[in-house]
């Protein structure tokens, strides 16, 4: 018995939905994901003329250190991070802990094969306290140019 499809736009919908959710939970299907975690921490004291804790920021290579500051200041970072791969990818910048919030920190960018950027990360404390956390880059890797597509989706 041979049957015609009624409505093929059901069809093609279900299609579509499906694939939408493989990209939400299994993104290795169209891309090569490369993470790199860095952690980060800040010590934020009560500050007068006469305090003889030095204030100062930190050079660590290996984490994100704001160093020794007063409330309702601010301090930046930067990272430094270069596209080596042949095709376009996409960076997502998740931060946790309890430093999070006072973190400004861009959602994600995109970078070309070859491109560089320098992100800016900003902390601006309101209370004193020690912050900790981490902030994890993932970078999504088209596997082939059709998946770049599904960039909108990550």
Request: charge should be positive; proline fraction near 7%; glycine fraction near 6%.
């Amino acid at each position: 018995m041979n049957k015609k499809f009624k409505n093929p736009t059901i069809y093609i919908g279900a299609i579509l939905a499906l694939s939408i959710l493989i990209v939400f939970t299994n993104p290795q299907i169209f891309f090569n994901q490369e993470t790199i975690t860095y952690p980060i921490k800040a010590e934020v004291i009560n500050y007068t003329n006469s305090t003889a804790t030095p204030i100062g920021v930190s050079g660590d290579s290996d984490a994100v250190n704001f160093g020794r500051l007063p409330p309702s200041s601010n301090s930046t970072k930067f990272l430094e991070f270069k596209n080596n791969n042949i095709v376009e990818a996409k960076t997502v910048f998740e931060i946790e802990g309890n430093i999070s919030p006072f973190i400004t920190a861009p959602k994600d960018i995109m970078l070309k094969p070859g491109d560089e950027a320098k992100i800016n990360l900003k902390f601006h404390p309101e209370t004193v306290g020690n912050y900790t956390g981490k902030i994890t880059l993932k970078s999504y890797i088209p596997l082939c140019s059709a998946s770049s597509w599904f960039f909108g989706l990550i």
